[in-house]
């Protein structure tokens, strides 16, 4: 997300070369090539968005062991700022204090894209869920996608789970998820 600085996963699902024109007000400036990437996020809908190559990355995968961790490194963290005991999106953080007993975590998030200015600093709740920042390799290098991220739910009540009833995400009389054509929707779900 490039307003808050969250991070989610996507398909490239094509590559496009972009010219960019050199600043007349400026000689030494020239003419420079750009790679734009159209991408399609997952869990979302089929819409495609386009990306700078300073806006995406490989997809984190390693899961960072606690001993692993310290201060000062940068690490991808799960956070909610608008309710900090719930999951929330993935954020790149620096950790900026650790305490073993029990196991605790504070980071900065970096919030933003090109800038990225400091959060103050947070508790993360999902201690055992930290991953490290992937880079950007060549893709002869790559190595398997790794371990699956969780990600917020789209239900806060049942946290998406399809075996328990809900009347806020499903059918507003019963809480069944079988039966899509009685699940209330506003106009702009609807479409």
């Known amino acids: 997300d490039l307003r808050m600085g969250a991070w989610f996963e996507a398909q490239v699902m094509k ?3 972009q010219e960019t024109t050199p600043d007349t007000d400026n ?3 020239s003419q420079q090539l750009n790679l734009c990437y159209h991408v399609k996020f997952d869990d979302y ?7 700078l190559e300073r806006d995406i990355r490989p997809r984190a995968g390693y ?3 606690w001993e692993q961790l310290s201060i000062g490194q940068n690490v991808m963290v ?13 954020y790149d ?5 650790k305490v073993d007993d029990p196991k605790k975590l504070y980071c900065k998030l970096m919030l933003g894209s090109v ?3 400091a959060s103050e600093e947070c508790l993360i709740k999902f201690v055992d869920e930290i991953f490290r ?20 739910p789209d239900c806060d009540h049942c946290k998406d789970n399809p075996s328990r009833r809900c009347k806020h995400c499903a059918c507003s009389q019963c809480g069944g998820k079988n039966d899509p054509d009685k699940q209330i929707l506003c106009d702009e779900c609807d479409m």
């Open 15 to 17: 590559i496009v070369k």
């Open 27 to 29: 000689p030494s400036s």
């Open 45 to 51: 809908d089929d819409e495609v968005s386009e990306l």
């Open 63 to 65: 899961r960072m062991q």
């Open 78 to 90: 799960n956070y909610n700022p608008d309710h900090p005991r719930q999951r929330g999106f993935w």
């Open 93 to 97: 953080a620096t950790i900026t204090r």
């Open 115 to 117: 800038d990225q200015e």
């Open 133 to 152: 920042i992937e880079t950007k390799e060549c893709p002869d290098q790559q190595v398997d996608e790794g371990e699956t991220r969780m990600k917020k």
